[in-house]
């Protein structure tokens, strides 16, 4: 599983001659139903489709924390081919 870390969500990525667009339904549902990056990844190789990770976090959100004192952490989208 190829993970890409951005300061903003890409419209398309190019990975080893593939073009990956961000599935926004896949996205979702991952979040909803508090599903691993991993095991969704998994799920799409045995339909055929080829997926990547990308984490984004806004670069004024490096290193900052919110009102409880955690770190931000990154929003996870999933690109497919």
């Known amino acids: 599983m190829k993970t ?3 300061t903003f969500a890409p ?3 190019l990975y080893k001659g593939d ?3 961000m599935n926004g339904i ?3 549902s991952m979040k909803v139903s508090n599903t691993k990056p991993k095991d969704t990844i998994e799920a799409l190789k ?3 489709k ?3 990770l990308v984490e984004v976090l806004s ?3 490096k290193g900052k924390t919110d009102l409880h004192g955690n770190q931000y952490k990154p929003s996870q989208f ?4």
């Open 78 to 81: 999933i690109y497919t081919n």
């Open 50 to 52: 080829k997926g990547i």
């Open 26 to 28: 896949i996205s979702g």
């Open 11 to 13: 419209e398309k990525i």
């Open 19 to 21: 073009t990956y667009t």
């Open 4 to 6: 890409y870390r951005k």
């Open 46 to 48: 045995s339909t055929g």
């Open 59 to 61: 670069s004024n959100l």
